[in-house]
């Protein structure tokens, strides 16, 4: 028998986890949640914060912050409250340092006819926000149009005379504004950005994207951002040699503020476990109307603490052995402030479960994912969502096709389709990066859409919101939820069963893989997978006794998948030079190297923009992917050869020169330390 078809045979043979209960979690929960949480109610809160541009620190971001407050209190959670951190342009939270607020009261692009006098308006902040970049300053210009092309390399400006002009271009306002504003004196930028790319990018000619400027620049500027078939019509004019006045008007600039996170608990019902804390965590910033980001995934958890805490007063629901957190930061800059600034909510919270985009209909073509935690971070906690995905996925199929299904999940104004979510590996681009980095470790889950053809666009809207979806989202983040927050010994054996089973499918997986690597490489992977499965066995510990018993059938498990896997590489040689050097975090700083509207690399690291590895594109994932690994890699232990056979082993080869190199600029930032 080889080796893969014994992988399946015991796959096969394997305990099902099918059943017409949720997996792992207990009946009497499963039902009253899925009778309780409202899709409707989800998408009601929704609608209130659209109405908001929510960017950090603003007023908008305050009034969107405050209805989620009221709302708590309105559902009787029994604590309820405000953290307000400063965010002035200087504080440091770990790699972050915070964005000052940032607030705008008017702002309008008009064209001019030839006499100078109002032809046609062409943004309005009264009527869509998002028309004027974040970060701009305060202006009054009359200038005329000059099209820079991407308006990124010097040659785009060859022979364009745009010194107090406004440039049109195709890039982001914050990758021109230096070479623009600040080397060629142009007064002002007009972009149409086709930002997030995806299949329908450049599709529809009618979407204003989100466009951002420097939030610490050496030339403040103001920038408007116009859909691509204004851009189009005004480049065929210039290109015959047309001139086109603008006037902009633009109020608006930074100036200190805060970081204001909502957050509320439901208490634990263990002593002993109830300061033990399981976090909710969305993102409450993005602009007017940000409907499926990230209006969706703050309702979504603003639903999940609505059923919790009516379900638990009414007594249809035991509260669980730990506490229940709820968090409404602004994106990935504000959970760096909350987990530095609040470092006790840290120490206490044993895994989050973040939602960023859950409520994407059939317009947004979105497909909504079940991600994993980084794998140099092995725990149950992702084989728990899986297995309540699954189920999920086949009773709403079941639903849709008209057969029984007791969980079909659907609101009485959504749609009746199956969910279909795919359970995927680590992506990164939210706040659950901030809780699985190395400085916390903490395993978070990751609930999302992508693609969505109308992220950051003005066509993310509710009306493209379905809350069948928004009340899947509820009951996975839910369920997963109560299963960790109430793990205890008792529970010990199941979740072990649950992650022996899909120990087997990632074996089959890995055997996969590794047929298409060279020698070195492939027994990289087989060294790699060990470590991981032997990881999984023991994050269990992190939440329920592991006891001798288990610990042996874990043991005879992983012998096992010793024998699938076969000739198990010999210990490396050891290393020599750079490749010999072991590194160990600094407990000083942390957090990410890429936080939000700052890179804390570049800023303490001259030649940041000449390292290799975050342009690197390996077989399953991208430079900024082998980065965010590589530094959670460091532990004190692994030389360098060994963190880029690990980080090959998750994304695919790598050369040995670009981690060292990246190691070496870590060091240089003082984000890690050589350990002698």
């Not at 476990?273 to 499926?292: T, Y």
């Not at 709820?326 to 800059?333: A, D």
């Not at 987990?339 to 973040?354: Q, V």
Request: with cysteine; charged share 25%; net charge neutral.
């Amino acid at each position: 028998m080889t080796a893969r078809i014994a992988v399946l045979a015991l796959v096969l043979a394997a305990p099902s986890l099918h059943a017409d209960e949720p997996p792992l979690l207990r009946p009497d929960v499963a039902r009253a949640l899925a009778s309780e949480l409202s899709g409707e109610s989800a998408k009601r809160n929704l609608e209130s914060l659209v109405g908001n541009h929510r960017m950090r620190g603003s007023r908008g971001f305050r009034a969107a912050a405050d209805h989620v407050a009221a709302q708590l209190r309105a559902y009787g959670l029994p604590q309820v409250d405000l953290i307000s951190l400063p965010a002035d342009g200087t504080q440091f939270y770990g790699t972050q340092k915070a964005r000052p607020a940032w607030d705008a009261e008017f702002a309008e692009l008009w064209e001019l006819d030839g006499e100078g006098r109002p032809k046609a308006r062409l943004a309005s902040w009264e009527s869509m926000p998002l028309t004027l970049a974040q970060d701009s300053a305060s202006a009054d210009v009359k200038a005329d149009l000059v099209d820079v092309g991407e308006g990124t390399r010097a040659g785009d400006y060859e022979g364009r005379d745009v010194r107090g002009k406004i440039v049109l271009t195709s890039s982001q306002p914050s990758a021109v504004e230096t070479l623009a504003v600040a080397t060629h004196g142009a007064a002002g930028i007009v972009s149409y950005a086709q930002n997030q790319r995806t299949a329908w990018w450049g599709e529809n000619e009618n979407l204003v994207r989100w466009g951002h400027l420097d939030s610490f620049p050496k030339t403040p500027t103001f920038a408007f951002m116009v859909t691509l078939k204004q851009a189009r019509a005004w480049k065929d004019r210039l290109a015959k040699g047309e001139r086109i006045p603008l006037h902009a008007v633009v109020k608006a600039g930074r100036h200190p503020g805060s970081y204001d996170i909502v957050t509320a608990v439901i208490p634990g019902d263990d002593a002993a476990r109830s300061r033990e804390e399981i976090v909710f965590s969305c993102h409450l910033d993005h602009p007017r109307p940000g409907a499926n980001d990230n209006a969706s995934g703050c309702a979504t958890i603003l639903e999940v603490a609505r059923a919790f805490a009516k379900l638990i007063r009414e007594g249809r629901v035991q509260a669980p052995a730990r506490t229940l957190r709820f968090v409404w930061p602004p994106e990935i800059e504000g959970t760096l402030a909350l987990l530095n600034g609040r470092p006790e909510i840290a120490a206490r919270t044993k895994a989050a479960i973040h939602l960023d985009m859950v409520g994407g209909g059939a317009e947004t073509r979105a497909v909504f994912h079940v991600t994993r935690g980084p794998a140099s971070l092995p725990s149950f906690v992702y084989d728990v969502s899986e297995a309540l995905a699954e189920f999920v996925n086949r009773e709403t199929d079941a639903f849709a096709a008209g057969r029984r299904a007791d969980y079909p999940l659907v609101a009485r104004e959504g749609g009746k389709e199956g969910l279909a979510a795919q359970v995927s590996e680590l992506s990164l681009g939210s706040d659950h990066q901030v809780y699985s980095d190395s400085s916390w470790g903490i395993p978070a889950l990751y609930f999302n859409d992508w693609p969505d053809r109308y992220i950051h666009t003005n066509f993310d809207t509710s009306a493209n919101i379905d809350p069948t979806k928004l009340q899947r989202a509820a009951f996975l983040a839910a369920a997963s939820g109560y299963v960790l927050a109430d793990a205890g010994p008792a529970h010990a054996d199941a979740l072990w069963e649950n992650v022996r089973a899909r120990s087997l499918r990632r074996a089959a997986t890995m055997l996969e893989r590794r047929a298409g690597l060279s020698a070195a490489d492939a027994a990289a992977l087989v060294r790699f997978q060990r470590w991981y499965e032997r990881g999984m066995v023991d994050s269990l510990a992190r939440f329920v006794p592991v006891t001798t018993a288990l610990r042996a059938q874990a043991d005879a498990h992983l012998a096992l998948l010793d024998r699938l896997w076969g000739n198990v590489p010999a210990p490396l040689p050891a290393a020599v030079g750079p490749a010999a050097l072991v590194y160990a975090r600094n407990g000083n700083v942390k957090g990410t190297v890429s936080a939000f509207g700052y890179e804390y690399l570049d800023d303490h690291y001259p030649k940041a923009s000449e390292l290799k590895l975050p342009a690197f594109a390996g077989r399953r994932g991208g430079g900024g992917d082998y980065a965010y690994e590589v530094l959670n890699l460091v532990d004190g232990r692994r030389t360098a050869a060994e963190i880029r056979d690990a980080v090959s082993a998750i994304y695919g080869p790598v050369p040995l020169e670009h981690v060292t190199e990246y190691l070496q600029a870590l060091a240089a930032a003082r984000l890690v330390e050589e350990k002698r």
